[in-house]
T-cell receptor
Framework: GENVEQHPSTLSVQEGDSAVIKCTYS??????FPWYKQELGKGPQLIID?????GEKKDQRIAVTLNKTAKHFSLHITETQPEDSAVYFC????????????FGSGTRLQVQP | DGGITQSPKYLFRKEGQNVTLSCEQN?????MYWYRQDPGQGLRLIYY???????QKGDIAEGYSVSREKKESFPLTVTSAQKNPTAFYLC??????????FGQGTRLTVV
């Protein structure tokens, strides 16, 4: 089955700096790659997603890039703010079979004021 | 508002007891999922259902059971066979291979 690895596990940046989180996946058939933000004691919420027919997608301060050949994708957050502090998860899924999202292990992002 | 509702928010289980976690959605999604989250770890798939009256084991199904009698509901029972049930449980639903919507979770603790 699919396996998703995520790095780093923790990331501390100064307010205004950029943050980058990287994920790799194992199943070349995976074609949907979402990123979720989870605040303490709450369920994850989608912040951005990308499909395998697109190499990059941007939404204001957040962007995701996908390299299908290398089977990795990354989340980029620019001009970080204290409210960006949370745990971020990458995930992957495909159109066939169980279609369930397989998640990375998460990155705890701390933005220092 | 459309969304997923999990209840209760906190649940305490005694040794040898079965407990049931509720998950209801009004998003008209066919697929529903149960995930388990342990501290500092990612989400692991317990069970999933892609259609009413059908469900499949995920990666860590031992000690759990589910039912899917209605499209809107996908309850999870944590049985006494689950030896380490203390965790944060998350229910999700999605349409096809698109965004998954999550509930706010149930924190289960063994006492």
């Amino acid at each position: 089955g699919e396996n998703v690895e995520q790095h780093p596990s923790t990331l501390s940046v100064q307010e205004g700096d950029s943050a980058v989180i990287k994920c790799t996946y194992s199943d070349s058939a995976s074609n949907y790659f979402p990123w979720y933000k989870q605040e303490l004691g709450k369920g994850p919420q989608l912040i951005i997603d990308i499909r395998s027919n697109v190499g990059e997608k941007k939404d204001q301060r957040i962007a995701v890039t996908l390299n299908k050949t290398a089977k990795h994708f990354s989340l980029h957050i620019t001009e970080t703010q204290p409210e960006d502090s949370a745990v971020y998860f990458c995930a992957a899924s495909l159109d066939t079979g169980r279609r369930a999202l397989t998640f990375g292990s998460g990155t705890r992002l701390q933005v220092q004021p | 508002d459309g969304g997923i509702t999990q209840s209760p928010k906190y649940l305490f289980r005694k040794e040898g007891q079965n407990v049931t976690l509720s998950c209801e959605q009004n998003l008209n999604h066919d697929a529903m999922y149960w995930y388990r989250q342990d501290p500092g770890q990612g989400l692991r798939l317990i069970y999933y259902s892609q259609i009413v009256n059908d469900f499949q084991k995920g990666d860590i199904a031992e000690g759990y059971s589910v039912s899917r009698e209605k499209k809107e509901s996908f309850p999870l029972t944590v049985t006494s066979a689950q030896k380490n049930p203390t965790a944060f449980y998350l229910c999700a639903s999605r349409w096809a291979n698109t965004e998954a919507f999550f509930g706010q979770g149930t924190r289960l603790t063994v006492v």
